[in-house]
Nanobody
Framework: QVQVVETGGGLVQAGGSLRLTCAASGRTSSTYNMGWFRQAPGKEREFVAAVNWSWSGSSTYYADSVKGRFTISRDNAKNTVYLQMNSLKPEDTAVYYC??????????????????WGQGTQVTVSS
């Protein structure tokens, strides 16, 4: 069992920055692949970014809508994943969720591929 907890959401003006933190706990949680998703009011949950776990170094993946503005990273010693969000836009407003899975079979973008989810943290970007 892995527990996932997100923190760091809040209200920010357009063009500003926020850093979300996802803390994972549980046996071997540091070896899990991790992803960030978001869900805006009235919309489906969508993929934002993901980072895998690998002995040879992690790979990162991004949705086109956030590429170049958001950066995902992980600190395996702290069992923590970060999402640095820069140049925020009003359309980035959503509840952001962190998720974990041991193996995603290359489906890093697929909600159904993830096993464990956090409760979400609200990000609101004002214009």
């Amino acid at each position: 069992q892995v527990q996932v907890v997100e923190t760091g959401g809040g209200l920010v003006q357009a063009g500003g920055s926020l850093r979300l933190t996802c803390a994972a706990s549980g046996r071997t949680s540091s070896t899990y692949n991790m992803g960030w998703f978001r869900q805006a009011p009235g919309k489906e949950r969508e993929f934002v970014a993901a980072v895998n776990w690998s002995w040879s170094g992690s790979s990162t993946y991004y949705a086109d809508s956030v590429k170049g503005r958001f950066t995902i990273s992980r600190d395996n010693a702290k069992n923590t994943v970060y999402l640095q969000m820069n140049s925020l836009k009003p359309e980035d407003t959503a509840v952001y969720y962190c998720a974990a899975v041991l193996k995603w079979g290359s489906r890093y973008y697929d909600i159904a591929a993830y096993t464990y989810w956090g409760q979400g943290t609200q990000v609101t970007v004002s214009s």
